[in-house]
């Protein structure tokens, strides 16, 4: 079935850091891929998302290219603020085989700290 | 201004007693999703509705019913709580149940059993 392989975390980083958070993925198909992010005692919010095959989403500062050569959807920041921490969460949607309904499909999701 | 909401927040059930998580929406979204997140790990999908058409995962214990009365509202129902269901209930709503959808999460219920 489709699985989403995320770096493990913790992360911790300084305010102004680089960050890059790695995500892979597999799929049988042509999956659409997500990061959402989930802040301190909140739900899940969509963080960017791409639909196909080398596009860039971008969202508040953070980019994901959707590589299917490499099957990745890396997250990266150039420097991130201490408002930044939280759980990020990769993941891909796609009909399983033999099923007919979107399912999205998440990994296990990476803590990041960032520290002033 | 809040699109999905649950409540309550905290849930504490004794073993075996059953219980019922509420979420609604304010999105008119045609599909509400609910989730199970245990500590540490991604979110579980157990079923979800398209409208008033129940869609079941495979693997979800029949422990597990749900319930959407109407568009705006959908329950989760669990009958006989285990120690073992004891996590983070997430519900969410999209548009359509389509690839590209932008799925929009509630706070979630967290479920202790006693």
């Known amino acids: 079935g489709n699985s989403v392989t995320q770096m493990e975390g913790p992360v911790t980083l300084s305010e102004e850091a680089f960050l890059t958070i790695n995500c892979t993925y597999t799929a049988t198909g042509y999956p659409s891929l997500f990061w959402y992010v989930q802040y301190p005692g909140e739900g899940l919010q969509l963080l960017l998302k791409?639909?196909?095959?080398?596009d860039k989403g971008s969202n508040k500062g953070f980019e994901a290219t959707y590589r299917k050569e490499t099957t990745s959807f890396h997250l990266e920041k150039g420097s991130v603020q201490v408002s930044d921490s939280a759980v990020y969460f990769c993941a891909l949607s796609e009909v399983e085989y033999g099923g007919s309904n979107y399912k999205l499909t998440f990994g296990k999701g990476t803590l990041l700290t960032v520290n002033p | 201004d809040a699109m999905v909401i649950q409540n309550p927040r905290y849930q504490v059930t004794q073993f075996g007693k059953p219980v019922t998580l509420s979420c609604s929406q304010t999105?008119?979204?045609?599909?509400m999703y609910w989730y199970q997140q245990k500590s540490s790990q991604a979110p579980k999908l157990l079923f979800h509705?398209?409208?008033?058409?129940?869609?079941n995962e495979a693997d979800t214990p029949d422990n597990f019913q749900s319930r959407r009365p109407n568009t705006s509202f959908c329950f989760l129902d669990i009958r006989s709580p285990g120690l073992g269901d004891a996590a983070m209930y997430l519900c969410?709503?999209?548009?359509?149940?389509?690839?590209?959808?932008?799925?929009?999460f509630g706070p979630g219920t967290r479920l202790t059993v006693l």
């Open positions: 791409a639909t196909k095959a080398d």
């Open positions: 999105l008119n979204h045609n599909v």
């Open positions: 509705y398209y409208d008033k058409d129940f869609n």
């Open positions: 969410a709503t999209s548009r359509e149940d389509g690839g590209t959808d932008t799925q929009y």
